[in-house]
């Protein structure tokens, strides 16, 4: 087994005590067997000198597959978003998915990002997409009622079949999806939520996203609000994770909290659409959710980028509660990394310690947007300071995917926009 000796780096572990250290890591392998201060040598030296080390982001809610669709519903509501998405997934071919997933992982491997949650159909095309490029990939084939879905067949039957295919993969991780309360009822939330049970994966999906959604679904229900009703019918638990969850009220996060589900907060996406309000990220965190960090589709963001993200998101919260200490760098780079691996139910990534996947991120500090950088504002100047023009190397698995700036995974060069629909 080759071993791989990150030299003399700034390293940001995000463990548990969130050590930031001048060191080295040792990497045999997939593996981190070491990272502190110890001279060693071996196979291949990559010297990480004016370098931050840090574990590769998460970007913990997207849907790749529709990265062509870049600048194309841009200045509209979610509603008309939807109804023009829905139209353009319906034309789409498994070359159109393939080659707009491989677009978006390049995208995201440029920016930093070494894992990603998707939700989408289709899920089998996205893996092979995965597994091509060396990213890591959490695939929910995504779930509605079957009278509202233009996939062939039974939705969460599809699901299904997609997990038990996928399920002993290394780079791919199944699991299951469901789009929102818009488009399916409580009998395909349960069966989703049965379907995780029995494979024990993780459960994703859109909730409570926009003022539009939540209230139209208070009127027909009579009074009830979607994480309530959600948690009256049994379906909310520790493998759920929310995306978005922008509209909940104070009794709302306190039964996600109670469930120990986890929200995945989108920002730039919720801004750029108009939700008409921001996630009560303080109270999420004061009462004990997990929240991770996603950038949701490239037709709503418009980029697969988590820095931009939790720059955006932090100052968000900041001003709307007229308190620039209501969240800080150190828990927005949590979101991106080691809390987005605690949803996930992964202890193996997330962070540089010994015996983790080698998911690593070189961020070049003589970037004149990083500079001066020490290990004691080296956390603020990856939330704060860097765009991903800083980002210099990034790790999979051991493996490098972009060395020295230059990607390293398949080009999605001289195709046309028809290639990728
Ligand atoms: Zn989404």
Redesign the pocket.
Known sequence: MKSKLILNATIVSQDSKRSVFNGNILIEGSRIVYAGHDEMGADEIIDATGKIAMPGMINA?C?VAMTHLRGQIDDVPLSSFLEKTFRLDAERTEKGIYNSAILGIREMVHSGITSFLD?YYSEDIIARAVEKTGIRGFLAWNTLDEDKTTQRGNPVKNAEHFISEFKDRDLVTPAIGVQGIYVAGDETYLAARDVADRAGTIIHG?LAETREEVYNYVRASGGERPIEHLSKIGFLNQRFIA?HSVWATLHEVRLLSQASSSVSWNPVSNAKLGVGGIAPIPEYINNGVTVSIGS??TASNNSQDIISSMKFGSIWVKNDRWNPAATSAQMLLDMATVNAAAALKRNDIGSITQGMLADIVLIDTANPRMVPTTPSNAISNIVYSADTSCISDVMVNGKFLKRDGALMIPSHEHLQYSDYN
């Open positions: 809610h849907h939700l859109h995306a949701d589709s």
